[in-house]
């Protein structure tokens, strides 16, 4: 995924909960998922291992995200585990940023 400015969080929530209201009657879910610092990825593939260190030594989990971080969520969204949660934004950021 590309950098993307902090104002489009809230308009991915906001379309996020608006298809979520259009087709949650079809049982079909709506979810956001927001990542956070993914490494080898986007506009961060280029970027040292001892930058991707001190990003990672700021992250409460101590390490920076994997592309698989990611996909976990998205197959657990899909899951009928997570059957009921709709319209929500998921954060899969290692708590870099905290709530919304």
Do not use: H
Request: glycine letters at 12%; a neutral charge; charged letters at 15%.
């Amino acid at each position: 995924m590309a950098w993307q400015p902090a104002s489009a969080i809230p308009t991915r929530l906001g379309l996020t909960c608006a298809l979520a209201l259009e087709y949650g009657p079809a049982g079909i879910t709506m979810n956001t998922i927001a990542p956070g610092f993914i490494a080898g990825t986007g506009m961060n593939g280029q970027l040292s291992d001892e930058i991707i260190k001190n990003i990672a030594a700021q992250l409460p989990a101590r390490r920076a995200g994997q592309a698989e971080d990611i996909a976990a969520a998205a197959v657990f969204l899909a899951s009928p585990e997570a059957g009921f949660i709709i319209g929500e934004l998921l954060n899969v950021n290692g708590r870099r940023v905290f709530g919304r």
